[in-house]
């Protein structure tokens, strides 16, 4: 076992990352959890039996297969490592799924011992306006790498206050946090993503909320199949980082409340 551990989110960026000469081991984070139930113990059996159900109930996959996607492969963070480094991207799901693991480590490791660093890709002009990690050949994820920023203490304390409040989905708390806090230092990523989800809380006058409404706006205006909705939503609303299979989440709704038909 190396005494580096990489965690990547998804394996979207693991083919352009094995081309690359960084040493240490690799995890993969296959969850999504900017969308279905949480709870703030994120180490709890609960925590991770309610995810399995919500997984299969809603994507139609198999709870072995998330046992051994998703929960085995967590199981690499039980092991000592002296450096973590955290490859996550810039939109909603992917800063969620970073407050997730901050929590797990923060909770798992003490945290005197490792260099927990975080990675991330905005729109980097010398990558070509690259919109993911996906994207990037060996070369660019060792860029990427050199300029990595280490986390701190207050780092930790603020992705933790920003756990709980997106796990209580109060839109009211979550406004007047976003507001008082500064998001400088090695996470500022974190405060458009989640002034993204303070919009998905909100509820209009037509008791939809912003994703709903812009679905069905997008439906509207011309777009009557779901893979021409998937890519006018890509192209304008790309802080949300949502997959088809997340945005059929959102289409199903409009469905059964009968305002779309596809």
């Known amino acids: 076992m190396s005494n580096i551990l990489h965690i990547l989110n998804g394996d979207a960026a693991l083919s352009g990352f094995n081309e690359t000469g960084l040493d240490g081991d690799v995890l993969v984070w296959r969850e999504v959890l900017s969308e279905g139930p949480l709870q703030e113990n994120i180490l709890s059996g609960s925590f991770w039996s309610a995810r399995a159900q919500w997984i299969s109930q809603t994507f139609k996959e198999d709870i072995d297969t998330y046992q051994h996607k998703v929960i085995e492969e967590l199981g690499k963070l039980n092991s000592d490592y002296t450096e973590i480094n955290l490859w996550f991207e810039f939109d909603l799901?992917?800063?969620?799924?970073?407050?997730?693991?901050?929590?797990?480590?923060?909770?798992?490791?003490?945290?005197?011992?490792?260099?927990?660093?975080?990675?991330?890709?905005?729109?980097?002009?010398?990558?070509?306006?690259?919109?993911?990690?996906?994207?990037?050949?060996?070369e660019q994820f060792e860029e990427l790498y050199d300029?990595?920023?280490?986390?701190?203490?207050?780092?930790?304390?603020?992705?933790?206050?920003?756990?709980?409040?997106?796990?209580?989905?109060?839109?009211?708390?979550?406004?007047?946090?976003?507001?008082?806090n500064n998001f400088g230092g090695g996470i500022p990523l974190l405060k458009p993503?989640?002034?993204?989800?303070?919009?998905?809380?909100?509820?209009?006058?037509?008791?939809?909320?912003?994703?709903?409404?812009?679905?069905?706006?997008?439906?509207?205006?011309?777009?009557?199949?779901?893979?021409?909705?998937?890519?006018?939503?890509?192209?304008?609303?790309?802080?949300?980082?949502?997959?088809?299979?997340?945005?059929?989440?959102?289409?199903?709704?409009?469905?059964?409340?009968q305002l779309i038909s596809l």
């Open 147 to 180: 300029g990595r920023e280490r986390l701190n203490e207050w780092e930790f304390e603020l992705a933790t206050e920003a756990w709980q409040l997106y796990v209580q989905s109060d839109a009211a708390e979550l406004e007047k946090w976003l507001n008082k």
């Open 193 to 257: 993503a989640l002034q993204a989800h303070l919009k998905r809380l909100q509820v209009n006058e037509a008791g939809l909320g912003y994703i709903e409404q812009r679905l069905l706006d997008i439906y509207n205006s011309g777009a009557k199949t779901r893979s021409s909705i998937y890519a006018t939503f890509w192209n304008e609303d790309k802080i949300f980082g949502m997959g088809d299979a997340e945005i059929d989440i959102y289409l199903d709704r409009l469905q059964q409340k």
């Open 93 to 138: 799901h992917c800063q969620v799924n970073l407050l997730g693991v901050l929590q797990m480590l923060s909770r798992k490791t003490d945290m005197s011992a490792p260099a927990i660093y975080l990675i991330c890709l905005a729109d980097c002009v010398q990558f070509n306006f690259a919109k993911g990690l996906g994207e990037l050949n060996g």
